[in-house]
């Protein structure tokens, strides 16, 4: 028998049955003919346009999407890949499994034998593209991963940690960090920027950060990690990715002169990965010297309603990632923008603390407020006494005019 095949899909033959994403005619007795047929995209996700939305509302990196490791949680950033012919295409495991291949059979396997150093799945897939679990390590290379021990850790097998990395690239250049994070309660993970000589706090990450991807960069080309979670934790750490800045992997574009790079599926989404925006421009949605906001709102803005603390997109996205703010406005080490006014006010308005440092004299807000107040309402009993006085004195005035030479006082209305 003869096989004519149109197309760039793959032939799995085995024995006698053909699986393949593709139609097939019969013609002649001996001859076959294969069209392909395409399948649609993937929807868009609500999360910012780098990530992916969970199916369990959490966002990681859109880069993590298919790669073989459930970072959602309940595996659904590993749904819908372009899977083995004999793999189905969507998969039914449950949170904390993961979807492979045993003996061409599709299983969902218990997400501790993924990267337990033992392949349980054909190919050894399970084994693949695994960061780095050791609770602490010194990494040198331009980029790479590494995650906690106990991202891979069943509930039960969990114990006390306090690990560190040390990112030292020997390269000037800064280090862009990027974490996916499923801390527990009273879990802690601390950035620093250098080595761990001479180091300075970046950000202290917590649970309430498990939502989105955090991004953090280093002034230097070191960079340390700390990670603390306490026995019987229901966290499971993090799992983190780094790379120099102004290195741009295979599959990404430079920014240009400002650093950064970029991928593909990065432009035009509303999200500014480079600090000039140079993924952003000249987007077909909108207008010359316009930007997109994200989401599927579809509307624009012009550069100068760019982080200036007045949400003008739906979902914020203008005032997301700044590099920079419009006078007036106060620079977060969050990467956002608030007024200047607010700057060493007593009040932290940014949600790292940046706003009350390095002040030299802290008045609260609260105690301004509240000084104005008194001092009205003192003022208000100062006139009420004056008033009260003088009146006193008029009728003590009035009383003597009136008394009668036996000095008795004479009455009156």
């Known amino acids: 028998m003869m096989l004519v095949y149109f197309g760039g899909s793959s032939v799995n033959a085995r024995g006698k049955q053909l699986i393949l994403n593709a139609l097939s005619l019969p013609t002649e007795p001996e001859v076959l003919i294969l069209y392909p047929i395409h399948t649609g995209k993937l929807a868009q996700s609500s999360c910012k346009s780098d990530e992916f939305l969970c199916g369990n509302g959490k966002c990681i990196m859109r880069a993590w999407k298919c790669n073989k490791m459930d970072e959602c949680g309940d595996n659904s950033d590993e749904q819908e890949c372009h899977a083995p012919p004999t793999m189905p295409p969507t998969s039914l495991c449950p949170a904390r499994t993961f979807h ?16 337990d150093g033992s392949m ?34 069943s509930e039960q097998d969990r114990a006390e940690l306090n690990c560190m990395w040390v990112v030292d690239t020997e390269d000037s250049r800064h280090i862009v960090l990027q974490l996916s994070l499923q801390l527990g309660y009273n879990d802690e993970v601390r950035v620093y920027d250098g080595g761990s000589g001479g180091i300075r706090l970046l950000q202290t990450l917590s649970f309430r950060n498990n939502r989105h991807t955090v991004t953090i960069e280093s002034s230097r080309g070191q960079i340390t990690v700390t990670y603390h979670t306490d026995l019987g934790s229901l966290g499971h750490g993090f ?29 035009c989404d509303g999200w500014w990965h480079c600090p000039s925006g140079k993924d952003e421009e000249n987007c077909a949605a909108c207008q010359k010297d316009e930007y997109p906001c994200g989401g599927t709102s579809g509307m624009c803005y012009p550069l100068g309603d760019r982080c200036n603390n007045q949400k ?8 997301k990632n700044c590099f920079s703010c419009q006078p007036g406005n106060f620079h977060c080490g969050t990467k956002i923008c608030i007024f200047e006014q607010w700057r060493c006010d007593g009040q932290e308005d940014c949600q790292d603390g940046s706003d009350e440092q390095n002040c030299l004299v802290v008045v609260p807000r609260k105690v301004i407020t509240a000084a104005l ?33 036996s000095g008795f006082a004479v009455g009156f209305n």
Not at 390 to 398: A, I, N, P
């Open 100 to 115: 492979c291949l045993v003996e061409d059979a599709p299983q969902c396997l218990p997400m501790e034998v993924q990267c």
């Open 120 to 153: 349980d799945c054909d190919k050894g897939t399970d084994e693949e593209n695994c960061p780095d679990i050791s609770c602490g390590k010194r990494l040198d290379n331009f980029y790479g991963s590494f995650a906690s021990p106990d991202y891979f850790r």
């Open 239 to 267: 799992n983190a990715t780094y790379q120099v800045k102004g290195y741009c992997l295979p599959q990404e574009r430079p920014c240009g002169h400002d650093g950064g790079c970029f991928a593909d599926t990065e432009r």
């Open 312 to 319: 003008n997109c739906p979902d914020g996205s203008d005032e």
């Open 373 to 405: 107040i008194g001092s009205l309402i003192c003022g208000l009993l100062l006139v009420i006494a004056l008033g009260c006085a003088f009146k006193l004195y008029s009728l003590r005035t009035r009383e003597y005019r009136y008394r009668n030479p």
